[in-house]
C-alpha cells in the first residue's frame, strides 16, 4: 500500500527529525540534506547539527594535535637510535682522529635534532592539552540542550 508506505515514512521522519538526532549527526561529523525535515521542525534541527559540529570540529582539532605530538615522540625516538648507533661507531677500532670527530659531529646535530623535536613535543602536548579541555568545555555547554 504506497499510501500507507508514504504516510509511515512522513511519520518517521518527524520522529526522526528531533533536535537530539541532529546534534548526534553533527557531532559525528555527518551531513544533513536540506529539507528531508518537515518545515516546522527543520530549524531546531539544523541549529542542532550545527551544534553538533561544533563538537566534532573541536575534538578534531584536539585529535590532530595528539597524532602530531605521537609523530614528533617518533621522530625524537628515531633521532635516538641514530644517535646511539653513532655513539656505538666509537668504539670501533681503528678509527681516524677526523674519523672520530665527524662521527661526533653527526651525535651532536642528532642531539640538536632530537632536542628540538622533544621541545616540539612537550609544546604540541601542552596545545593538545588545552584543546582537550576546550572540546570537554564545547561539548558540556550542550549536555542540558542535548543530553550527553
Known amino acids: 500500500d504506497a499510501d500507507a508506505y508514504h504516510a509511515g ?4 521522519r518527524r520522529v526522526w527529525c528531533r ?6 549527526m553533527g557531532r559525528r561529523g555527518g551531513r544533513y540534506n536540506p529539507t528531508y ?3 516546522d521542525l527543520e530549524p531546531a534541527f539544523m541549529q542542532a547539527v550545527a551544534d553538533g559540529r561544533e ?14 605530538v605521537i ?15 653513532e655513539e656505538n661507531a666509537l668504539a670501533t677500532q681503528g678509527l681516524t682522529d677526523e674519523q672520530r670527530g665527524a662521527i661526533r659531529q653527526r651525535i651532536r646535530n ?19 592539552d ?7 568545555a564545547v561539548a558540556n555547554r550542550f549536555v542540558s540542550t542535548y543530553g550527553g
Open 9 to 12: 515514512h512522513i511519520q518517521g
Open 19 to 24: 533536535p537530539a538526532n541532529g546534534f548526534a
Open 37 to 39: 525535515c518537515a518545515p
Open 55 to 68: 563538537v566534532h570540529a573541536a575534538r578534531d582539532f584536539a585529535e590532530r594535535l595528539q597524532i602530531r
Open 71 to 85: 609523530e614528533a615522540q617518533g621522530q625524537a625516538d628515531s633521532l635516538a637510535i641514530q644517535m646511539r648507533t
Open 110 to 128: 642528532l642531539r640538536l635534532d632530537r632536542d628540538r623535536y622533544l621541545d616540539e613535543v612537550s609544546r604540541l602536548q601542552a596545545e593538545a
Open 130 to 136: 588545552v584543546a582537550r579541555r576546550d572540546a570537554d
